[in-house]
C-alpha cells in the first residue's frame, strides 16, 4: 500500500485546513493511520491516530479539541481536519499506516507517505 498526503497550504493563525492522505496498490480499510508533523529542527512527532474502522481516534494533547480524524475505506482515504490552527502548528504533515493497535510511536508505523507542508501565518 503507498500513501499520498496532501492539502497543505499557507494559512492565517485561528484559520483551518484539510490534509487528504490516499491509500494506492493495496487494502487500505485494515490498516490503522497515523499523522505525524516535523517541524525545522524538531523531531517528528505524533498528531493523532485513526483505527481501521474509524472507531476509535487519539490525539496529542497539543491538538486535542482543535483536529480531528475521520476516514473513508470507501475512497481510501483518511483526513486530518485541522481548525484554529496556530503558528506552532507550522511542520510538515505526514501520513503513516500500520496494522495494529493505535500508537504513537513513528517507529511502529511501517507504511509512510510523502509529506505535507502546513504553514500557519501570525
Known amino acids: 500500500v503507498q500513501l499520498q498526503a496532501s492539502g497543505g497550504g499557507l494559512v492565517q493563525a485561528g484559520g483551518s485546513l484539510r490534509l487528504s492522505c490516499v491509500a494506492s496498490?493495496?487494502?487500505?480499510?485494515?490498516?490503522?493511520t497515523g499523522w505525524f508533523r516535523q517541524a525545522p529542527g524538531k523531531e517528528r512527532e505524533f498528531v493523532g491516530a485513526?483505527?481501521?474502522?474509524?472507531?476509535?481516534?487519539k490525539y496529542a494533547d497539543s491538538v486535542k479539541g482543535r483536529f480531528t480524524i475521520s476516514r473513508d475505506n470507501a475512497k481510501n482515504t483518511v483526513y486530518l481536519q485541522m481548525n484554529s490552527l496556530k503558528p506552532d502548528d507550522t511542520a510538515v504533515y505526514y501520513c503513516?499506516?500500520?496494522?495494529?493497535?493505535?500508537?504513537?510511536?513513528?517507529?511502529?508505523?511501517?507504511?509512510w507517505g510523502q509529506g505535507t507542508l502546513v504553514t500557519v501565518s501570525s
Open positions: 503513516a499506516a500500520r496494522n495494529g493497535i493505535l500508537l504513537d510511536d513513528p517507529l511502529k508505523y511501517d507504511r
Open positions: 496498490g493495496g487494502t487500505f480499510g485494515y490498516l490503522g
Open positions: 485513526i483505527s481501521w474502522s474509524g472507531g476509535s481516534t
